[in-house]
């Protein structure tokens, strides 16, 4: 598998290539059937949408985030800071979890 799937919600992630590289954000949402996903704040898109007033939906421009593919950012390490890949390893407790590959630090507590 990519190491696209090892990112979560809530992980602090940067953009390391495309128009938004070098942001870093917060991932809103995964979508793992597409390799992509969702960070706050990141490839915006501006969405024209039209008037309803029966639905009472204001016209006007709505900007939210796109996804953008998994392949594009990287794990920002809540241990060490760095720009990571991950790795996974087996706790003695029986648990899976992710790590740093640099710093080895434990990204899930
Ligand atoms: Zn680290």
Do not use: W
């Amino acid at each position: 598998m990519a190491p696209a799937s090892a990112l979560k919600k809530n992980d602090n992630v940067i953009v390391i290539s495309g128009r938004d590289a070098g942001k870093r954000g917060r991932v809103l949402r995964v979508l793992p059937e597409k390799g992509r996903l969702v960070v706050e704040g990141v490839n915006f898109i501006k969405r024209h949408t039209r008037a309803n007033p029966q639905k009472n939906v204001q016209g006007g421009i709505v900007e939210r985030e796109a996804s953008l593919s998994a392949s594009n950012v990287q794990l920002v390490c809540p241990e060490c800071g760095a720009r990571t890949r991950i790795g996974r390893r087996l706790l003695e407790d029986g648990r899976r979890v992710r790590y740093c590959v640099k710093c080895k630090g434990v990204v899930d507590k």
